[in-house]
């Protein structure tokens, strides 16, 4: 038994293909809503905010892949994320089962600085400070060896389906939309994006890989990294045609996240 907490986002959905493509037939998808992926698969109701129903979700897993996501609300991940980690925590415990959970960089700093497996979580931020305390308790309880345990770790998403992020909202979005694509503050540095399909498969490796525990895993991106520029050139060719688009100033966006946030 393999067991999704948090299965029915994008992640999610990708790792249960991989799972059930290599891996296992035996899938539990776990949410307050859950669906099926895979016609194998068995949904399982549960809130990871109460304690018995993560254990009660966990019960007979070998391997439990954390994947859920939380409104993008910096309130609830800092009141949410730290209880959830816990919860899953000690049901993985009890259960004797394998934990890998999925992670994102916002705990690390915001600056230009190569970023590796060993970078600080010292961001400042509400959202990087929720993320450094779920991933800090679970380094914890893998370094006292409550757990075996591995983090795996990406920047922003793009990619097919139900998939969410900056990138997918302002740009192949709008251009679905007959509109002009946005781009953040500027569109002449590098940036690093993950394939959601790549983050499913490589998280579903790492969990069916006994020498992948114990540590934390940047999940692979192409090394070849464009500058939005570049991103929509590609784009561009790849159409046959020229793709114009605006870059957006600090003023719009804070008023769009301030529309996210509510």
């Given at each position: 038994?393999?067991t999704?907490?948090g299965?029915?986002g994008?992640?999610?959905?990708?790792?249960?293909k991989?799972?059930?493509?290599?891996?296992?037939s035996?899938i539990?998808i776990?949410?307050?809503?859950p669906?099926?992926?895979?016609?194998?698969?068995?949904?399982?109701k549960?809130?990871?905010?109460?304690?018995?129903?993560?254990?009660?979700?966990?019960?007979?897993?070998?391997?439990?892949f954390?994947t859920?996501?939380?409104p993008?609300?910096?309130k609830?991940?800092?009141?949410?994320?730290?209880p959830l980690m816990?919860?899953?925590?000690?049901?993985?415990?009890?259960h004797?089962?394998k934990?890998?959970?999925?992670?994102?960089?916002?705990a690390?700093?915001?600056?230009a600085?190569e970023?590796?497996?060993?970078t600080?979580?010292?961001?400042k931020?509400?959202?990087?400070?929720a993320?450094?305390?779920?991933?800090?308790?679970?380094?914890?309880?893998?370094?006292?060896?409550?757990i075996?345990g591995?983090?795996?770790?990406?920047?922003e998403?793009?990619g097919?389906?139900?998939?969410k992020?900056?990138?997918?909202?302002?740009?192949?979005?709008?251009?679905?939309?007959g509109?002009?694509?946005k781009?953040?503050?500027?569109d002449?540095?590098?940036?690093?994006?993950?394939?959601?399909?790549?983050?499913?498969?490589?998280?579903?490796?790492?969990?069916n890989?006994?020498?992948?525990?114990?540590?934390?895993?940047h999940?692979?991106?192409?090394?070849?990294?464009?500058?939005?520029?570049?991103f929509?050139?590609?784009i561009?060719?790849?159409?046959?045609?020229k793709?114009?688009?605006m870059?957006?100033?600090?003023?719009l966006?804070?008023?769009?996240l301030?529309?996210?946030?509510t």
């Amino acid at each position: 038994m393999q067991t999704i907490l948090g299965a029915n986002g994008i992640i999610g959905e990708e790792l249960a293909k991989e799972l059930k493509a290599k891996y296992t037939s035996d899938i539990r998808i776990v949410g307050r809503k859950p669906q099926k992926i895979n016609e194998s698969d068995t949904p399982h109701k549960a809130d990871l905010l109460k304690p018995d129903e993560v254990k009660e979700a966990v019960e007979g897993s070998e391997i439990v892949f954390l994947t859920v996501g939380l409104p993008y609300n910096s309130k609830i991940w800092l009141r949410d994320w730290g209880p959830l980690m816990e919860n899953v925590i000690l049901a993985c415990m009890e259960h004797k089962a394998k934990l890998v959970y999925f992670d994102n960089t916002y705990a690390y700093p915001q600056d230009a600085i190569e970023q590796t497996e060993e970078t600080p979580m010292t961001s400042k931020g509400k959202k990087g400070i929720a993320r450094a305390t779920a991933a800090k308790l679970m380094l914890k309880a893998m370094g006292e060896k409550k757990i075996e345990g591995a983090i795996c770790r990406a920047p922003e998403f793009y990619g097919p389906g139900k998939t969410k992020g900056f990138t997918n909202a302002l740009v192949f979005e709008t251009l679905k939309a007959g509109k002009k694509p946005k781009i953040f503050l500027r569109d002449d540095v590098l940036r690093t994006l993950i394939y959601t399909p790549d983050a499913g498969k490589a998280m579903a490796l790492i969990g069916n890989t006994p020498s992948a525990y114990g540590t934390t895993w940047h999940l692979p991106c192409d090394d070849n990294r464009l500058t939005y520029k570049e991103f929509i050139e590609e784009i561009s060719t790849q159409l046959g045609r020229k793709i114009d688009y605006m870059v957006l100033k600090r003023w719009l966006i804070n008023i769009l996240l301030c529309s996210i946030r509510t």
